[in-house]
């Protein structure tokens, strides 16, 4: 990738940014219920006159035009203030640092879970292609990807936590015994679906005319595998392993909810349950951000790694 | 229509799965005569029996029986994600074809949208949408739709560009043919199978999110009989009555691999060049 491609893509990623902003901006003026009335709500002994509100919704800027009130909050934004939660009674972004590394260690963790299944199996059923052990993986990768993952949590919970006894049910913090349950229950239904890729991307490499070159040549069944079509079928994988580790990051909030990991979808749900859209809009944009940074390093690693994008400087 | 037939009786998966299809819809249209109770009516005093052979799935908070509302919840649930089915298909093969066939400024403008969307989590943007808006059927699938109607604005506006470029289509220009003929007797006849197939392997996922809305509160709300909302409800009563949680899961496991199943085999059955 040059360096003119990766200016284009970085500033792709500030249009999206500003998209979404705007967007869940215009919602939250559309939604029902008046943020002025909610922020006093907290305090019910306190009488409030209509003249009191609109002093505050004036000091707050809130009786401005929409598009005012968006540039306002843009402007605030891109110096790092993306306003103030008065569901936890701290700003945005405090809170946001707070949740992120929750919800970066759930997905390190099933990603890895899912690596150390998908990639094998994925191999491994490639290989013995129309085997037993092949329509066994695919069953199993069918089920996999059929499996709502909310159920599957409340399932392991269920047998594991309460039948069982063996983890706690109770969650709300961040350690290795709260972590193995949504980890385990993203990292299935994670690995069935990224071992059929697995499978495909290599059954096309095996396909390849390179592949019967080799043979013909007389090399060795697990030369060819391990030295020549792996080594090309991983370039695609590493793409679709940044591809579900962002999804992870959006994807894990009904997860987080059934675990009450302290995570950003579960901070997510929570604030929107509450109606603290300045939290809701600050997470939202943050994943957002993510999600579009390790794409992008994901697309410039896979160009660092293939040598033929690199020759022609793409 | 004539490969379909071919298909039931050649491919047996397919028949097979279709067959599947049928029955799901048919206990959903059959729900109140297979429903032995009502499944709204709370009797308190049954609250949260065990299943048995009076109640087979047990009985939820209220006393309201748990194996009827699974029933009623397949009509719900069923309806629900077919509606949403046919309105990101409709949105997104609209947009996509007007698009594609009169590319410039309004290519211009719903592929940016699209681009910006597709770069992005869809689930996490659909819980905000869903959530800001407030929790109801409606605007859960108003947020699913804001968030997938790109992929088939995508598929149909590649299509479109494909079979413009096709001699029928040119010379049904040069005879003086208008565009909303060469559309609708051109076009749209030529995209629409490969867009149905999509949209009939996509009934399982959307199936999931939508459930998945509901689950946290932000899709059909109470006391709709909805599958993603009665886990919702199970899940509070994990440790005194599992059962709740157990079986409207279930139903949607099994909905989504009926669907899942019917989707592959439609793609063999109506796109034979695809393989694998």
Redesign the interface.
């Not at chain 1, 990807?145 to 159920?151: C, D, E, H, L």
């Given at each position: 990738m040059k360096n003119k491609q990766i200016w284009g893509r970085i500033g792709?990623?500030v249009?999206?940014l500003l998209?979404?902003s705007f967007v869940?901006f215009a919602?939250?003026m559309?939604?029902?219920g008046d943020p002025v009335r909610q922020m006093i709500a907290g305090n019910e002994d306190i009488v409030v006159s209509q003249v009191e509100i609109d002093a505050l919704r004036h000091e707050l800027g809130l009786d401005k035009p929409f598009i005012f009130q968006y540039l306002d909050w843009l402007g605030r934004a891109v110096q790092g203030d993306f306003g103030f939660s008065y569901m936890v009674k701290k700003p945005v972004v405090e809170e946001l640092m707070q949740s992120l590394p929750a919800t970066l260690i759930l997905a390190l963790a099933s990603t890895l879970f899912m690596l150390v299944f998908s990639l094998p199996l994925g191999i491994y059923s490639a290989v013995k292609r129309n085997s037993v052990f092949d329509y066994a993986v695919r069953g199993l990768t069918?089920?996999g990807?059929?499996?709502?993952?909310?159920?599957m949590g409340?399932?392991l919970?269920?047998i594991f936590g309460?039948k069982l006894g063996w983890l706690p049910?109770v969650g709300g913090r961040v350690s290795l015994e709260t972590l193995i349950l949504p980890a385990t229950t993203l990292g299935i239904v994670m690995a069935a679906k990224y071992t059929r890729q697995v499978r495909?991307t290599v059954?096309e490499e095996l396909n390849q005319d390179y592949v019967v070159g080799a043979r013909a040549r007389g090399m060795s069944e697990s030369y060819i595998l391990w030295r020549e079509v792996l080594p090309n079928a991983m370039l695609p994988l590493i793409t679709l392993l940044g591809l579900s580790f962002?999804?992870l990051?959006?994807?894990a909030?009904?997860v987080e909810?059934?675990f009450s990991w302290p995570g950003l979808?579960y901070l997510?749900?929570q604030s929107?349950?509450y109606r603290d859209?300045q939290l809701?809009?600050g997470?939202?944009l943050w994943?957002?951000l993510m999600?579009?940074v390790i794409?992008l390093v994901v697309d410039i690693s896979y160009n660092r790694l293939d040598p033929r994008l690199r020759k022609e400087g793409r | 229509m004539e490969n379909l037939i071919n298909g039931l009786k050649n491919n047996r998966a397919f028949a097979f799965s279709s067959f599947l299809v049928l029955l799901l819809i048919g206990i959903a249209l059959a729900a109140p005569l297979l429903a032995p109770y009502d499944p709204l009516e709370a009797t308190m005093k049954n609250a949260y029996l065990p299943p048995s052979s009076e109640h087979l799935f047990g009985t939820d908070k209220l006393g309201r029986d748990n194996f009827s509302r699974v029933l009623y919840g397949a009509s719900y649930s069923l309806s629900s994600v077919l509606l949403l089915v046919a309105v990101i298909f409709a949105v997104g093969t609209s947009l996509g074809v007007l698009a594609g066939y009169f590319g410039g400024k309004v290519d211009t403008v719903i592929m940016r949208i699209s681009d910006m969307m597709i770069s992005f989590p869809g689930m996490i943007l659909a819980i905000a949408i869903a959530g800001i808006m407030g929790g109801s059927l409606i605007n859960a699938i108003i947020a699913l739709t804001i968030v997938t109607w790109t992929k088939y604005a995508r598929l149909a506006r590649s299509m479109v560009l494909k079979i413009k470029k096709r001699d029928f289509v040119e010379a049904a220009v040069v005879n003086g043919g208008k565009p909303t003929h060469i559309l609708w007797k051109h076009i749209v006849p030529n995209i629409l199978p490969l867009m149905i197939i999509t949209a009939a392997s996509d009934i399982g996922a959307m199936m999931m999110e939508l459930a998945g809305l509901s689950f946290l509160g932000f899709g059909s709300q109470p006391p709709a009989p909805e599958w993603g909302l009665m886990l919702n409800e199970g899940r509070q009563q994990l440790q005194t009555a599992p059962w709740l949680m157990f079986f409207p899961g279930l139903a949607i496991f099994l909905t989504v691999v009926v669907f899942n199943l019917w989707g592959d085999s439609l793609r063999d059955v109506l796109d034979p060049r695809q393989e694998d």
């Open positions: 792709q990623i249009l999206v998209g979404i869940t919602l939250v559309l939604s029902p069918f089920f990807v059929s499996i709502p993952n909310f159920w409340l399932m919970l269920w309460l049910i495909t059954l962002g999804n990051l959006g994807g909030a009904v909810i059934v979808g997510a749900v929107i349950i859209f809701v809009q997470i939202v994943i957002a999600y579009m794409n | -």
